[in-house]
């Protein structure tokens, strides 16, 4: 995730006055949608329109951008992987295949990167379409790819993942809650000692250095200047890896510091990250930018569908979750094409990024799980 340091600050420490509650009671987009064929239609979207048929990789955008950048193409196979447990369909089977040649001859015939946090939601993703597919390359390369995010451990800061192999002394959230993430899913599955052990180590060291247990922010990373400082931008994307990262250990644990922790970093983003008239979760941009609300929503998703979560915190996540999706769906999809963009209340035009396409994806992903789960209606 490359170009994080070059937003528009003003865009970035957005933040809001409202409070979760504040949905409307008369929300005009509150009419019913048919979730599972939204996540049909946005996930075909994805497939048949970012598809780059010669090369098996996600193209930067759908109209003619051919340029590969790392880190999305793992997000887009977890698009792949949900619409294909989902559906069982091959045409979603045969990318994900194709996926793991295209992306790694791409990438320089490797699945290791210089950026630490890109390796890991390319584990992650393999992790899954393994788990889809019980193909044994998937689960080879995501274990090889965990140890080498390991040696981006170092002592600098007391700790930490760094974010990149030449920058080692900067110590941030996405290199450090994707990995724990990855690492407490790798304890689950394969029983690893050493595995658990670095998901609490990370997990330890996020909560002491970019965390703020009193009102649930997660800071961006730390030290970026040499000079202890943090970074204090406001995003989706680091209240959802973090959350994550807790769920996951609650999971294990069963400790409940661990799903308060969650729910912190939730509300905080539902309070801070969303536009105070509308509580739609504010645009990010385009570029690395737009893959931060999906990413957020995965998680999220994950936190409504703990069973230890109480049922009127629940309702009240998954009312939020409806407002924003149905906002998208009703008033912000190019239903054309089937396109998202970077504000869930705008169309995009004929053209839109990959980055935002995938969000969208995600979010109409996430409601038609909710709807497989009997969470909503």
Not at 105 to 131: C, H, P, Q, S, V
Not at 336 to 344: A, H, Q
Request: net charge neutral.
């Amino acid at each position: 995730m490359k170009n994080i340091l070059f937003y528009s600050l003003s865009i970035l420490l957005l933040s809001s006055c409202g409070k979760i509650n504040d949905i409307p009671l008369n929300d005009p987009n509150d009419v019913a949608v048919n979730w599972t064929a939204a996540a049909d239609s946005s996930s075909q979207s994805l497939a048949n329109g970012f598809w780059n048929s010669g090369g098996s990789y996600f193209n930067y955008n759908n109209s003619g951008n051919t340029d590969f950048h790392y880190w999305p193409q793992a997000h887009g196979l977890d698009v792949l992987v949900d619409a294909y447990s989902r559906t069982g369909n091959a045409v979603y089977k045969n990318e994900i295949d194709q996926w793991f040649t295209g992306v790694k001859i791409k990438n320089g015939n490797t699945f290791y990167n210089n950026f630490y946090d890109d390796m890991e939601w390319n584990a992650l993703a393999m992790l899954r379409a393994y788990n889809a597919t019980k193909d044994e390359k998937f689960k080879t390369a995501a274990l090889d790819v965990w140890s080498n995010i390991q040696t981006g451990w170092n002592s600098t800061m007391n700790g930490g993942i760094a974010w990149k192999k030449d920058q080692l002394y900067y110590k941030n959230t996405p290199a450090n809650a994707p990995a724990c993430i990855l690492a407490a899913r790798l304890y689950k599955q394969f029983n690893g000692a050493s595995d658990l052990e670095w998901s609490k180590k990370i997990y330890s060291w996020m909560k002491e250095h970019l965390f703020e247990a009193g009102t649930g922010f997660v800071y961006d990373g730390i030290n970026r200047e040499n000079n202890g400082a943090k970074d204090n931008w406001k995003f989706t994307y680091n209240q959802g890896t973090f959350l994550g990262a807790a769920l996951e250990l609650y999971n294990i644990t069963g400790e409940k510091v661990y799903l308060n922790d969650a729910i912190k970093a939730a509300d905080y983003a539902l309070n801070s990250n969303v536009n105070s008239n509308d509580r739609i979760l504010q645009s990010e941009g385009s570029g690395d930018g737009g893959l931060f609300k999906g990413i957020f929503v995965r998680y999220f998703t994950q936190l409504i569908l703990c069973p230890g979560l109480e049922e009127g915190t629940r309702n009240r996540y998954v009312r939020f979750m409806e407002h924003n999706a149905k906002t998208l769906w009703n008033e912000g999809t190019n239903k054309t094409g089937v396109l998202f963009g970077p504000y869930w209340k705008t169309k995009p035009n004929a053209q839109t990024g990959l980055t935002e396409q995938l969000s969208g994806c995600m979010l109409m992903e996430s409601m038609a799980l909710l709807k497989e789960k009997s969470v909503i209606k």
